[in-house]
């Protein structure tokens, strides 16, 4: 599983409509052929980019939803395979007659789809999906081990840690931040606590955040791509528009996990004491 090159990714900060499904698997299209044009091996999109996020209840997702054989998981599988690129995007999954999940999917370029339901809802997501019960994956991708993880699920310590011992070099993370009041000159916390995630435990980690005002909501736009140390390699900074972030990453520093010659990230653990 040990990748053996420097991976290029992308964070393609988007502003999907809600509701507007078309025009979102256009804007996808468009945004994934333009990050393999600069040369990027793995593109990230925001979540729920499939149909945007703000619905007014449970009905709307119902409406809005696809299974994995819907038209934007099918458009992604196709430009997977056409640029011969990792995929991963947020959409609203039918589950059943009545049921939605918040997911994420990782497409591989031979066809190969994993998808992962968020676990931990935000506030009024409460009302609308059904939590997934299963761990972040961790994907053995052609360019590496990836794991995948949803926006608010970034915030638990613990359901980072999982895919990290499970031995993935990189996180990816669709997001949709909304934005919300700070101390003047303060960053985000939620830019900082993706920093933290991967200091903690010298995981490369892509949160891939939205843009654009949606029914009376506003993002954070804080895209970011962070390296092993937990320092940002592209989007140190906040920024409210659609932007492209790309980065290198040598995802090889990630196996290792020693930051002094007596410690040990994750060996230094003592969970019988937790």
Known sequence: MNPVHTLKIACQQLAPRVGELAHNRELSAAAIRQAAAQGAQVVVLPELMQSGYVFHDLAEALALAETLDGPA??????????LQVVIVAGFCERLTEDQVANSAVLIEPEGNLTVYRKAHLWDRENLIFTPG??????????????????????EFPEWVRLPALAGAALLCAPVNWPDGPRPVGERPGEMVR????????????????????ERGVNWVGGSTIVDADGYPLAGKNRH??????????????AWHKSISEHNHVHLDRRPSLY
């Open 73 to 82: 998981l099918s458009l992604w599988k196709s430009l997977a395979e056409e």
């Open 240 to 253: 409210t528009g659609e932007q492209l972030l790309l980065a290198d990453l040598p995802l090889a520093e």
């Open 194 to 213: 993706v920093q933290a995630n991967a200091a903690v435990n010298r995981m490369f980690i892509a949160a891939c955040d939205r843009s654009g005002e």
């Open 133 to 154: 019960n299963e761990p972040p994956p961790v994907v053995a991708t052609r360019f590496g081990p990836i794991a995948l993880m949803i926006c608010y699920d970034l």
